[in-house]
């Protein structure tokens, strides 16, 4: 039984409920959120590289953009209670990436520029589930949002969706990343309200 | 389950609200709570709040800003009185904390109401007794918008701990210190030299912080010695 706070209401007018987690609230604008400043990698310089395969695996920014991509609609869940419905972007699914490497690995941990790093189960990025993506509404991906690219895992909370992200190693454990070491979940289901260590 | 035991003014915006926690575990400067509204409906909303108390007992204080088109800060700041409860989540967050073994300088840069979590350091930093050359960068619209005016003046006489104000829009009449937007060139002359600095807390609206982080990296300080906590409308 929840504690009623007397003498509030609310603004009883969060949205779709059945698109809305718990404890969650709707925003219009794009909150930005990261640990420190942010990375400026020229395109040149930037590459992406998947490690703990059979054979390494790396593209330049060229050749990533020739990979085939997808236009993706999603609804983003923040840990720190905002969410944004319909956001569109563009990127390559990991599915497409991980069917050009040949392993057996359970997890992965992205790495980024900055140092970040986050942990995923497979299981959480395949299947459509999740993407690299450059494009965010038909436009560049900003650098405060996380551009050249970033993670996108949209059924997970948006700590997950690495900004920056300049790869990731296949891995047999699940290895904390950053926040999963700072007092935030090991897997984040918004749905399950998994926001901190002990929920 | 936190009791409220006080409510007190400190600028025309922002208010101080003392709770006591029966079961506080403690915490550690620069963490955050999670504060959850119930309504009698069963509608519920969640917004998280910098904690401005170092750690003592079972006390804890929140400064909240009211932002006029908020949904919990208006709560918070107007509504909520001495005896209320309300539920209280927390201490969260490991990495935006006060590590009080650093032996370097520590630079603390706040804009705004993101001064909050930097209080916390400097108010642990003093209850410790600690000695760590420690400045703090406020930048405010105006001296009436400066959270902990009075304060902040008597941590300045101890050991170690100065704070320098800019004042973005209005200054007072013969305002001798800095009345502009933090930029790369303030940051040199306020900033301890690269090298020296042990880490610095940038804490503020979003512009506010990837200005201050992305010029003291311009400056030469390592980016991982840059810690930052950004808020928007996520703290309504």
């Not at chain 1, 050749?63 to 563009?90: G, M, N, Q, Y």
Request: aromatic share 10%; charged share 25%; glycine share 10%.
């Amino acid at each position: 039984m929840p504690l009623i706070s007397r003498g509030f209401h609310g603004r009883q007018s969060e949205g779709p409920s059945d698109r809305i987690p718990p404890g969650q609230h709707l925003v219009d604008d794009f909150p930005v959120l990261s640990a420190g400043p942010t990375p400026h990698t020229p395109l040149e310089e930037w590459t992406f590289t998947i490690e703990g395969g059979a054979e390494p695996a790396s593209w330049t920014w060229e050749e990533f953009r020739a990979l085939p991509s997808e236009e993706v609609t999603a609804d983003i869940h923040c840990v720190t209670k905002w969410s944004k419905l319909d956001t569109v972007w563009r990127g390559v699914s990991l599915d497409t990436l991980l069917g050009l490497v040949e392993h057996d690995a359970g997890y992965l941990l992205a790495f980024c520029d900055g140092g970040y790093t986050t942990n995923l189960p497979l299981e959480h990025v395949t299947d459509g589930k999740a993407w690299i993506a450059y494009d965010y509404d038909g436009e560049p991906l900003e650098p405060e949002h996380g551009g050249p690219a970033r993670m996108l895992v949209p059924h997970l909370y948006f700590w997950k969706s690495a900004k920056w992200i300049r790869g990731f190693r296949l891995q047999d454990e699940d290895e904390p990343g950053f926040w999963e070491s700072n007092g935030y979940h090991i897997l984040g289901d918004p749905w399950l309200e998994q926001r901190y260590w002990g929920d | 389950m936190a009791e409220v035991v006080e409510v007190r003014p400190e600028t025309s915006r922002t208010k101080t609200i003392a709770f006591d926690v029966s079961d506080w575990p403690g915490h550690r400067a620069g963490q955050h709570v999670d504060v959850r509204l119930t309504a009698e409906d069963g509608y519920q909303a969640e917004r998280s709040y910098s904690i401005a108390s170092a750690t003592d007992a079972s006390r804890l204080e929140l400064t909240v800003e009211r932002l006029d088109d908020g949904e919990v800060s208006p709560y918070l700041t107007e509504e909520l009185r001495p005896g209320d409860a309300i539920e209280l989540r927390g201490p969260v967050g490991g990495y935006f904390v006060w590590n009080p073994g650093a032996q370097g300088n520590v630079l603390l840069v706040g804009g705004g109401s993101g001064v909050v979590p930097l209080m916390a350091m400097a108010r642990q930093r003093s209850a410790e007794g600690s000695t760590i050359p420690t400045r703090m960068l406020y930048s405010a619209r105006s001296w009436e918008d400066v959270i902990y005016r009075d304060e902040l003046a008597q941590l300045a006489n101890e050991d170690g701990f100065d704070v320098v104000y800019t004042l973005t829009r209005t200054q007072p009449s013969g305002w001798e210190g800095y009345d502009r937007r933090v930029d790369r060139d303030l940051l040199a002359e306020v900033a301890p030299a690269p090298g020296a600095l042990e880490v610095a807390f940038v804490c503020g609206p979003t512009p506010f912080v990837e200005a201050v982080a992305g010029a003291l990296v311009e400056l030469g300080h390592e980016p991982l010695r840059i810690k930052t906590e950004r808020f928007g409308p996520t703290g309504g």
